[in-house]
């Protein structure tokens, strides 16, 4: 799947927490995440979370993978490689994840997740050789 960014503040108004947060503008320009409008991006993953009704998708900028929503983005490219897989979190009540899309590790792993976003390094290197792995195969 291919992206392109077409807006980098997004508005976050999410039901399940309405009584801790109303409203939420985020600007990904900031803060390390580095989001420019125009970039295309190739997605490596796609999750939804439990507490939320927003799509992520995983892409890296500045050499760091981060999930961005994907109100940001328009889609380039719908197709997905065939060798990624999809697992749905039914009932798992220790996983803040309803459904992850993407490639092996990411999504078999129960633990690459959360060491993905805490910048484990042996995490990293995997997941910059699926993406070198999923580019050379686009």
Known sequence: MKITCKATTWERSDQNNMDTVHLNIVDY???GY???LGNKHLVMGVVSYKDSNTIYYLIDTYGKPFWFPSQLFEI????????????????????????????????KDEDFHDQLIERDEEVLRLYFKRKIELEQSC
């Open 34 to 36: 580095g989001l420019e």
């Open 29 to 31: 320009t900031f803060g």
């Open 76 to 107: 380039l490219d719908h197709s997905v490689p065939q060798n990624w897989f999809i697992n749905v979190y039914c009932g798992n009540e220790t996983s803040n994840v309803n459904t992850l899309l993407g490639f092996d590790e990411l999504v």
